[in-house]
């Protein structure tokens, strides 16, 4: 049995069905902070083993690591003809000096005191202020393209009000 095993893994690896098999390279990615790689080949396909842990976007042969919450992935990129040109092993974490987390009965708040505090979004905050810090967020976001293409500052909504500690 473990001779036909042996002919029949042989065979596959001569018809091409099976890929040389490509090292796995570990990268760390601070959150926040987008990550450039540039591959060996032109990819054909991506493939991302969480994308709410970080995703990609691809212009030519350089590939953009965009985190999205701390944790471990994987990045698998293939050639046209479905071999592995490059494997990556993502550990997106917080490395921010200035961040500075209050824990409390309700929760975990997080902010970012590099001058003054302010809030910061970050997964495994309290609901409440989560919302609160990303509602301002949202809000800054939105008047800054308005004001990109000529519209007037308009008043930040009531319900991105500052959230308190």
């Known amino acids: 049995m473990l001779k036909y095993l042996r002919i029949l893994c042989v065979a596959a690896a001569a018809s091409g069905m099976v890929s040389a098999a490509v090292a796995t390279e570990s990268i760390q990615v601070t959150a926040d902070q987008s990550a450039l790689i540039n591959l ?20 030519g042969q350089s590939l953009f690591v965009h985190p999205r919450g701390p944790g471990l992935t994987n990045i698998i990129v293939l050639d046209s003809d479905g071999a592995a040109i ?3 092993r993502v550990h ?8 500075l987390a209050v824990y409390s009965p309700a929760g975990r708040n997080t902010y970012s005191c590099a001058r003054d505090c302010a809030p910061v979004v970050r997964v495994g905050d309290n609901q409440e202020f989560f919302n609160a810090a990303a509602g301002q967020v949202g809000a800054k976001s939105e008047l800054a393209a308005s004001q990109a293409l000529g519209g007037e500052a308009a008043p930040a909504p009531a319900e991105a009000a500052a959230p308190t500690p």
């Open 86 to 88: 490059a494997d990556y």
């Open 40 to 59: 060996p080949s032109l990819p054909s396909t991506v493939v991302v083993g969480n994308p709410s842990i970080a995703d990609v976007t691809l212009d």
């Open 92 to 99: 997106v974490i917080y490395d921010d000096p200035d961040s």
